[in-house]
């Protein structure tokens, strides 16, 4: 038997491709708790790419745990474009990756310090720089969640993909 949220993200073409290229990968997760993470480590192999990852689902974990800047959470919060930014990069650098993931948002039921259910910041930090996206997801909190997960390891294998295009 599968998993089904395994099989329903790209997460083992993301381990063949970074397998593939001698890469690794680390997260910094925050709404996910650790569902990407444990996504990648359900695929046989993962233990050729994936580093670790940070759950830091605690707003002040965000800063002790992947050194998001204090200052900058405290102005900006912890659902936005800059904490998903710092997550991304922390955990890269934190675990010593080739890769790093960065997500922070809303799963629900309730807003966020004004940010809707299914704000999602989803970051990619590589070696040509980090990239941010803001989500707007739909569903149940359980949804949301995996919806992040899924565009997480997509927007990593694209990522991947593209800089041995380039």
Same mark, same amino acid.
């Given at each position: 038997m599968t998993d089904p949220l395994v099989d329903g993200t790209r997460a083992g073409d993301l381990v063949a =491709? @970074?397998?593939?290229r001698g890469e690794t990968v680390a997260t910094a997760e925050s709404l996910t708790a650790g569902l990407l993470t444990a996504t990648i480590a359900g695929v046989p192999g993962a233990s050729n790419v994936l580093r670790g990852g940070l759950v830091v689902y605690a707003t002040d974990l965000k800063?002790?745990?992947?050194g998001v800047d204090p200052t900058r959470l405290a102005a900006d919060g912890p659902v936005a474009a800059s904490t998903a930014r710092a997550l991304a990069d922390g955990a890269r650098a934190r675990c010593g990756?080739?890769?790093? =993931?960065? @997500?922070?948002g809303v799963a629900g039921p309730d807003m966020q310090d004004g940010h809707p259910v299914g704000t999602v910041f989803l970051s990619i930090s590589g070696a040509s720089g980090t990239v941010v996206r803001e989500l707007g997801l739909t569903g149940d909190r359980w949804q949301i969640r995996k919806s992040a997960v899924s565009?997480? =390891?997509?927007? @990593? @294998?694209?990522r991947v993909q593209e800089t041995s295009a380039g």
């Open positions: =491709v @970074l397998t593939a800063a002790t745990l992947a990756a080739d890769w790093g =993931v960065g @997500l922070t565009a997480a =390891v997509s927007g @990593l @294998l694209d």
